[in-house]
T-cell receptor, first 114, second 115 residues
Framework: GESVGLHLPTLSVQEGDNSIINCAYSNSASDYFIWYKQESGKGPQFIIDIRSNMDKRQGQRVTVLLNKTVKHLSLQIAATQPGDSAVYFCAENSFSGGYQKVTFGTGTKLQVIP | DAGVIQSPRHEVTEMGQEVTLRCKPISGHDYLFWYRQTMMRGLELLIYFNNNVPIDDSGMPEDRFSAKMPNASFSTLKIQPSEPRDSAVYFC?????????????FGEGSRLTVL
């Protein structure tokens, strides 16, 4: 078995507060950046994406910010709810040779305190 | 559509045995991805297909791993022989590639334990 695990950063937030989850990406040539949510025992689920030529995009209770200068992506969740507790991954979609390729970051665990 | 369907959900096997994981993508999707998730390395892209053709298998760890997509509705990931370090959750995902932003639809995963 594995004796050393990947240490997932954990963010603990009080219910009703706003959450900000951060991600650093590596490929400045990526066309889209995406946020996924993974609940325990399930596969990752798409939340929101942003095109590389945009700085901000809003969805329902979520906002994604992209700072290409420092290669930084963030996900803001408004009025965090217990159902938001999960691991959140940022991902990059790059097109190479006409094909899309989606790679994932390490993830952040969000714990919502009731 | 029922979504991406993976089988088996759980498999426990002994070192040296052959393991075959199966995936049925969403009908009409032209991309299929295989990922492996472990605590050590997170979510790793192993291989992906476009229109049943393997595009990039650079993430496949060793020759013990192979993947096929004989038709648009079925793919397999095979490990032969399996080793304890292959223990992980293996995810299959599909997407509609044309102008896709990176929205993948994942199955619920196959949890593999190699003793």
């Amino acid at each position: 078995g594995e004796s050393v695990g990947l240490h997932l950063p954990t963010l603990s937030v009080q219910e009703g507060d706003n959450s900000i989850i951060n991600c650093a990406y590596s490929n400045s040539a990526s066309d889209y950046f995406i946020w996924y949510k993974q609940e325990s025992g399930k596969g990752p689920q798409f939340i929101i994406d942003i095109r590389s030529n945009m700085d901000k995009r809003q969805g329902q209770r979520v906002t994604v910010l992209l700072n290409k200068t420092v290669k930084h992506l963030s996900l803001q969740i408004a009025a965090t709810q217990p159902g938001d507790s999960a691991v959140y991954f940022c991902a990059e979609n790059s097109f190479s040779g006409g094909y899309q390729k989606v790679t994932f970051g390490t993830g952040t665990k969000l714990q919502v305190i009731p | 559509d029922a979504g991406v369907i993976q089988s088996p959900r759980h498999e426990v096997t002994e070192m040296g045995q052959e393991v075959t994981l199966r995936c049925k993508p969403i009908s009409g999707h032209d991309y299929l991805f295989w990922y492996r998730q472990t605590m050590m390395r997170g979510l790793e892209l192993l291989i992906y297909f476009n229109n049943n053709v393997p595009i990039d298998d650079s993430g496949m760890p060793e020759d013990r791993f192979s993947a096929k997509m004989p038709n648009a509705s079925f793919s397999t990931l095979k490990i032969q022989p399996s080793e304890p370090r292959d223990s992980a959750v293996y995810f299959c995902a599909s997407s509609l590639g044309r102008e896709n932003t990176g929205e993948l639809f994942f199955g619920e995963g196959s949890r593999l334990t190699v003793l």
